[in-house]
């Protein structure tokens, strides 16, 4: 029934149509939500300042006509007519009716004044948590995020059920970017990462105490760091004919369809490698798109399995390969002939590598990352359930990173409001940022374990054995599988800590000498 | 009822609604057509060369959108109930109600399933007549244009009725760039300049055979093209903060609400009067756009009047501005600074405005102009007649042109398929270019006749307080009045060809001395 099942002739008449239709259906939907996305990057990249109101009267039309497509009472019908049918279905066309359920079963459930009170209160929410941010005062934002808490709990309950209890009001938000999973597993298996995190961070304290760390690296011009972006784009394989890299204020990758895949990056003079590692990361999000079957696109199945596996894909190009000793080999000298350092590849490693104990999660190394997530998936837990008030965040934050990090934020700006999530009313999407890293690492193991040579490769500045590696075992299959079923078959065991915290274990004992 | 007229409560209850409800409805669909104008922008100037089967996705999934807008039933209940009392609507309100109807009428005559395979004919077929002009083969781009001509004229059928004749089916296309125009009256109107312009050209040419022409303008560098093209973007206020510049294959300026409208040019080393006679023609149609009521935005009475009009504005700041003996005066010294010339202002004006028979339109001195204007016309309206067949265009044209110019296009590139126009199904808009050289030749007339010394501060680099004029008399209005009345009431006279050939004729007897 889909394309590359035309030869499938055991169904036909009307469950046939229906699908076609649903099909049919979703791919204008798909493609309304590229077109989201691309007024998303002109804004970010290209858009002139005053265009701002104009493009929220583009949004709204837009996201109207998707809702419609959504909420389109023909889908019931189509997929009533397919479910009856289900088990006979081959995977590409189960994997477009379960997710086309999925799109479905969540619009029809949110009214239509609930979803239009969420996007005035998330598009203020931004302005004021900018604002709020610019003038470092926590206050001026919590009746804007109360607002959005409470209607997100709203939104949640009519996605799980008027009785719902906490867990299942989180579980419910959540399921929007980990499809099927669970807030309080998500828990226990970060806070599982804590002793080994905390332990690996106090001994390498100890040696930094004693002997010192890497020194901050030497600045970089902008057009240098450009230019090495855009060698690290070619180097990854990332072309010119289906992508494109710009500027804008916080790095991004998006996918407009199979042959235009676009990144950013973010270019400080004084910090070079935010940027180079902006851009590799980017670049894993890029891969990913680029490399999902092309005969899945523009179906609902043509997109990456979850924002857990989508960040495992850019997570493992940044750290596993472009933190690597291997690559800094590669990348040490490209630096260097532009001006930048240290030109040493140990050097290099270390610096890329440094570890600090900071207050901002986008600027945090490999060790403390996930310990900034843990803080807020406690958080928006808390406000999710209704354990924890709006107006008590700013203190509770304060509390508990003083617990988990030994350093207290100075600041809001430097705490509780550097995230712009909460303000867009995005909750259960940052423990998606740790999945990543605990998939990241299980499937980098494995293709360390599959590919021969792959330091020797990396080494030379080859990514190209990687890329096909990741393609055939991670990209190419979109959402056909869950996360775990891609996990399991790309490392031949169910997803697990342990890849991760090994990795962390024997890469810092070798940097720091532990 | 219109927000500027929330003080009139001589119509309350349904009416009021209806007219909310049409002006909702309204500002969604306005959104829809300006998102689809971002998609195009992208594609011309910003997308990676394999996005293109993305973005036939993206145009077929938002025009979906947007026709259902138009052909929504309610529509036809609103301006039935508003239509009731049109005689006591003000202004707005009496123009909104019009626009929506006009919109709303077409649409319900064109089926989703023609609209959309439309959509997806052009922006393919975009792409196959840009490769067959590098190819500069026509051969290879008869089917699809054979496909978009035989769409289109389905499209007429659909919107004139199916016993239509060649003339109905024509001036049905007309209509959406030219509100109420007719093609024989058009081709009539347009026919009576040829005697006048062709004796022109021949008191022209015998001069030039008798003592030469200006010589071909020295190369300036791309960089120094760019930048002029910038001054002059600073100079007649068009500012970065409201629109952008960026480069295309072909020039065009876009709207995407008040406070974003782009431009684009086209560098070409050794043709600089291209790039930067095509930066003022875009700029004219950007300030425009920049110049109608705000509180227009968004509903069918903010845009502009007709593309006449439009094409008046940008004709009229290309020609009657920056090709005048006085804007000459200024912009000499700017482009022999930046490495170019001629330096001396006179000898700028005869290279600017230098007669010679050519094969490119967009090239074509403002005498042959309308000539280039007049052979298209009389083509596509021969196409959509059925009168002529797409594989026996390329002949058609050779032919006619020979007659008409005295020579014969060496190729395809510089022949029939120097033009992106029927490529994307644009029927009909040909005769808006001559239009507007009419209109535009009215305007700048009764403008000069206004704006006392304007030579002295054009000569000045100061545009300020033409383009403030010309948002009086012409931009503001919108849609709010039709192009008859706006060249009426801006110049005191009905429109008439006469401005233009007394310009046109003053102007070339000045310099080359007839």
Not at 470 to 485: A, F, I
Request: glycine share 8%; hydrophobic share 45%.
């Amino acid at each position: 029934m889909h394309e590359r099942a035309s030869d499938d002739h055991r169904r036909s008449g009307p469950a046939h149509k229906a699908y076609d239709a649903l099909c049919a259906h979703m791919r204008q939907l798909m493609a309304l939500e590229r077109v989201q996305e691309l007024l998303t990057w002109d804004q970010e990249t290209m858009m002139p300042a005053s265009g701002i109101a104009a493009r929220a009267e583009h949004n709204a039309a837009v996201e109207v006509a998707a809702h419609r497509l959504r909420a389109d009472a023909r889908m019931a019908e189509w997929i009533g007519m397919l479910t009856a049918e289900e088990a006979g279905l081959e995977p590409v066309a189960r994997a477009i009716l379960r997710e086309s359920r999925r799109i479905h079963d969540r619009a029809i459930r949110i009214p239509e004044s609930l979803a239009s009170a969420i996007a005035r209160a998330t598009s203020h929410g931004q302005v004021v948590w900018a604002a709020s941010r610019r003038a470092n005062r926590f206050a001026d934002f919590v009746p804007a995020l109360a607002e959005i808490v409470e209607l997100m709990r709203n939104e949640a309950r009519c996605l799980a059920g008027p009785d719902a209890g906490p867990d299942a009001l989180y579980d419910a938000l959540l399921d929007a970017f980990e499809p099927g999973a669970r807030g309080a597993e998500l828990a226990a298996l970060l806070g599982s990462l804590r002793p080994a995190l905390t332990s690996l961070r106090e001994r390498i304290a100890e040696r930094v105490a004693m002997r010192g760390n890497a020194p901050d690296p030497a600045p970089i011009s902008e057009a240098a760091q450009l230019e090495l972006s855009r060698l690290l784009c070619a180097i990854s394989g990332y072309e010119a004919s289906t992508g494109r890299l710009d500027r804008s204020e916080h790095p991004f990758s998006l996918s407009f369809g199979p042959g235009d895949v676009r990144i950013t990056t973010r270019v400080r003079r004084e910090a070079p490698w935010e940027c180079l590692y902006a851009t590799m990361h980017e670049l894993g999000h890029a891969l990913y798109d680029l490399g999902i079957d092309p005969a899945l696109a523009f179906t609902p199945a043509g997109r990456s399995a979850s924002m857990g596996i989508d960040e495992s894909q850019s997570r493992l190009w940044e750290n596993q390969i472009g933190r690597s000793r291997a690559f800094c080999g590669w990348f040490a000298p490209e630096i260097a002939r532009r001006g930048g350092g240290p030109a040493d590849p140990a050097a290099l490693h270390a610096s890329v590598n440094r570890v600090a104990p900071g207050f901002i999660r986008t600027e945090a190394d490999e060790v403390h990352y996930n310990l900034h997530i843990l803080l807020r998936l406690d958080l928006e837990r808390a406000l999710i359930a209704g354990d924890l008030e709006v107006a008590e965040l700013e203190t509770e934050w304060r509390r508990r990173f003083g617990r988990e990090f030994g350093i207290e934020p100075p600041d809001a700006a430097r705490g509780v409001l550097q995230d712009v999530h909460w303000s867009v009313g995005v909750f259960g999407y940052f423990p998606t940022y740790a999945l990543g890293n605990i998939y990241g690492a299980a499937v980098a193991t494995a293709m360390r374990r599959e590919l021969a040579d792959l330091d020797g490769i990396l080494a030379a500045g080859e990514l190209a054995p990687a890329r096909a590696w990741l393609r055939e075992k991670v990209h190419r299959h979109g959402r056909l599988k869950t996360p775990t079923e891609i996990v399991q078959e790309a490392t031949g065991a169910a997803p697990s800590t342990a890849p991760l915290l090994d990795y962390l274990e024997e890469k810092y004992t070798q940097l720091y000498e532990l």
